[in-house]
């Protein structure tokens, strides 16, 4: 027999009180067809060991004290189960008025979490903007840019904002949370850095350039993603077009001169020329762009300075003729022959 029955059997004999889980344990060994052998020889054996017929034991009284005691015990705990729910029921009359206040209470604080409300900062063409975030990240727009972020920056699962345009990032770093920014196929993630994006969406390249620190570019085509390292100095141009890109080195002065109120051109094809100053002064160019395909501009003029000065310099540089007239400027390559 398992001395641990045998010591419950003997203790029970005794009447010492059981525990509810030993009286459990008792029951659920007397109950088992398999131990009936056992139980019969354990009680034949205390009755070779009585010298009073009267303290004499049966098997079935024993069985039957048992149960008895095990149903006794349930029996008090359902008792004191319904004195325990009278009680609860007074004090819950008490309490549920506030219990169900505070229930609503975050219920609603909860489900307003999960609507996420959103702030749009748009910089028309001409002009730029600059700005602290909630988590201390400074950011610069320039001319033409939207920046979409949760109000409640501080309070979102992610740090991210949306971006169509171009804009500078000082980003504070939060340990452990990422700063993402999205500019749809394409997305920089980062956890403390100096960054310059670039994504308009009238052009088919995105261009981010790494400053300082590390960032991720997330790269989407379909189903398929690419996650790209950078490292500070890096610069990347991704086609969205041929879904194609390209690192190299950047000049960090003519990168993020704009927010310095500078206007740089570094090389740049007639196209970007063109659509540099539309933003950078509001207006709108016409040009033929079979004529001036092969040309490049390499400038660098604070903001400060007009449009028609800038055209006037334009026009000895590049051999041009143009017209203003408003917001309109018409360009066209001047005759030398």
Excluded: C
């Amino acid at each position: 027999m398992n001395p641990k029955i045998d010591l419950l059997l003997n203790r029970f004999l005794q009447r010492e009180p059981l525990t509810a889980e030993e009286l459990r344990s008792l029951k659920k060994w007397i109950d088992d067809p398999a131990n009936t052998i056992l139980l019969n020889n354990w009680v034949q054996r205390i009755w070779d060991m009585s010298n009073e017929v009267e303290s004499a034991l049966q098997f079935d009284d024993l069985v039957q004290e048992i149960n008895y005691e095990y149903q006794s015990q349930q029996n008090r705990k359902i008792s004191s189960s319904i004195k325990f729910l009278k009680v609860f029921q007074r004090v819950a009359a008490i309490l549920i008025l506030p219990i169900i206040l505070l229930f609503t209470y975050y219920f609603f604080r909860t489900n307003s979490d999960l609507t996420t409300d959103y702030t749009e900062i748009i910089v028309p063409r001409g002009q730029k903007s600059e700005m602290v975030m909630a988590d201390g990240t400074h950011v610069w727009l320039n001319s033409d840019s939207r920046l979409k972020y949760p109000t409640n920056f501080l309070r979102s699962r992610d740090r991210e904002v949306q971006l169509e345009g171009e804009a500078y990032f000082e980003v504070s770093k939060f340990k452990h949370e990422k700063f993402r920014v999205l500019m749809g196929r394409a997305t920089v993630e980062v956890l403390g850095t100096r960054f310059n994006v670039k994504a308009y969406p009238d052009e088919q390249q995105i261009e981010t350039s790494l400053l300082s620190g590390r960032v991720n570019l997330l790269l989407k085509d379909g189903e398929r993603s690419q996650k790209i390292a950078m490292l500070p100095g890096e610069k990347i141009d991704f086609n969205l077009d041929q879904n194609s890109l390209k690192k190299s080195g950047f000049n960090e002065s003519n990168v993020v001169a704009w927010k310095d109120n500078h206007l740089v051109f570094a090389d740049d094809s007639f196209d970007e020329v063109v659509r540099k100053i539309e933003r950078w002064y509001n207006v709108q160019i016409q040009y033929d762009p079979a004529e001036m395909e092969n040309e490049q501009l390499t400038l660098e003029l604070d903001k400060e300075e007009s449009i028609e000065r800038l055209m006037e310099i334009m026009g000895k540089i590049m051999h041009i003729e143009y017209k203003i007239n408003n917001k309109n400027i018409t360009i066209k390559k001047q005759n030398l022959s």
